[in-house]
């Protein structure tokens, strides 16, 4: 199924995301492993035994990839050119293995470009939520994003 064109989306524009994904303790050591993060709160369980949180944390960055990969299937697969940056990346509360992961994504802005005529900019605002509805992340995106053309 493709992605929506710039013209489909509109500002204030909500998606309740319907594919969510639990984190197993695999995901966060390979992820963590295969990004060469050594972080112990990551892959350390008797370190991370003796922190605040009593437990390993999942990697930040993992989250991040896959609440944005998470919303693709509803927003932008196959008519994305590109991401242009992601800014005001925030993780307020952690994610541990065995949480569920589910993102709700608004549409902050639509503008074309200045520049060429078959594509702008879409800004969006991804908020990802844990099995209790807790903020655990949240970021905004800018892809460019293809038009449709008649």
């Not at 060469?36 to 990551?42: A, C, D, F, K, S």
């Not at 569920?100 to 549409?107: A, C, D, N, P, S």
Request: proline letters at 5%.
């Amino acid at each position: 199924m493709p992605g929506l064109y710039l013209q489909e989306f509109e500002p204030g524009q909500i998606f309740q995301h319907s594919l969510r994904r639990s984190i197993t303790e695999s995901d966060n050591m390979l992820f963590s492993n295969m990004t060469l993060n050594p972080q112990p709160l990551h892959i350390d369980f008797d370190f991370a035994s003796k922190t605040e949180w009593g437990k390993p944390l999942v990697n930040s960055l993992f989250t991040l990839g896959l609440m944005i990969g998470i919303s693709v299937n509803d927003t932008t697969v196959g008519t994305t050119i590109a991401n242009l940056g992601m800014t005001d990346v925030v993780f307020p509360h952690p994610l541990f293995h065995g949480d569920t992961l589910r993102v709700e994504t608004e549409v902050l802005s639509v503008r074309e470009s200045k520049s060429k005529s078959d594509r702008g900019i879409v800004e969006f605002e991804h908020r990802g939520y844990n099995q209790h509805d807790v903020l655990v992340a949240r970021c905004t995106r800018q892809a460019m994003m293809r038009k449709k053309t008649d």
